[in-house]
T-cell receptor, first 109, second 114 residues
Framework: GIQVEQSPPDLILQEGANSTLRCNFS?????LQWFHQNPWGQLINLFY?????KQNGRLSATTVATERYSLLYISSSQTTDSGVYFC???????????WGAGTKLIIKP | DVKVTQSSRYLVKRTGEKVFLECVQD?????MFWYRQDPGLGLRLIYF???????EKGDIPEGYSVSREKKERFSLILESASTNQTSMYLC?????????????FGSGTRLTVV
């Protein structure tokens, strides 16, 4: 089956810093998404990005499907960006997402 | 905004009890999912449904069943709760129409089986 690897596993930054989170996947995918889970457990979908680049405020994501990786950029980090960022891919249009283990981000004031 | 509502935020049940976790979404999404999330194990799919009365097993269906009698409601049933089912349970719904895609989670139910 498809393997999804995220790096780094943990990241601690000062407020205002920029960060890049990476997601590698082992096979072709139909769908790739980025999620943020806040410290209270709520999961929010950030991007649906099977290929190309998207931006939403301070966050942007790029997926290079031919090289099987995706990057999530966070600029000018705020304490509210803390939490766990997950990458998830879909195999074969059967609705099932395969999840990475996540990157735990801590933004210090 | 799409809303996915889970009936309980915290739940404590006794071993052997039959437990119902309810999930309702308000945006006519076709697909609904039940996950459990455990420290160190990430999110694992229990069951999903892509239409009313349809259900598919995910990665860890053992000990669980589901029901989807109406499009907006997807129920997870623990037939006989056990302590190893203590976990955070997350419901989600999704759609893909005309190139637009959405995947929305509920706020989760933290179930403790004693």
């Amino acid at each position: 089956g498809i393997q999804v690897e995220q790096s780094p596993p943990d990241l601690i930054l000062q407020e205002g810093a920029n960060s890049t989170l990476r997601c590698n996947f082992s096979d072709s995918v139909n769908n790739l998404q980025w999620f943020h889970q806040n410290p209270w457990g709520q999961l929010i979908n950030l991007f649906y990005i099977p290929s190309g680049t998207k931006q939403n405020g301070r966050l942007s994501a790029t997926t290079v499907a031919t090289e099987r990786y995706s990057l999530l950029y966070i600029s000018s980090s705020q304490t509210t960006d803390s939490g766990v960022y997950f990458c998830a891919v879909e195999r074969d249009s059967n609705y099932q997402l395969i999840w990475g283990a996540g990157t735990k981000l801590i933004i210090k004031p | 905004d799409v809303k996915v509502t889970q009936s309980s935020r915290y739940l404590v049940k006794r071993t052997g009890e039959k437990v119902f976790l309810e999930c309702v979404q308000d945006m006519d999404h076709e697909n609904m999912f039940w996950y459990r999330q455990d420290p160190g194990l990430g999110l694992r799919l229990i069951y999903f449904s892509y239409d009313v009365k349809m259900k598919e097993k995910g990665d860890i269906p053992e000990g669980y069943s589901v029901s989807r009698e109406k499009k907006e409601r997807f129920s997870l049933i623990l037939e006989s709760a056990s302590t190893n089912q203590t976990s955070m349970y997350l419901c989600a719904s999704s759609f893909l129409r005309g190139g637009n895609y959405g995947y929305t989670f509920g706020s989760g139910t933290r179930l403790t089986v004693v």
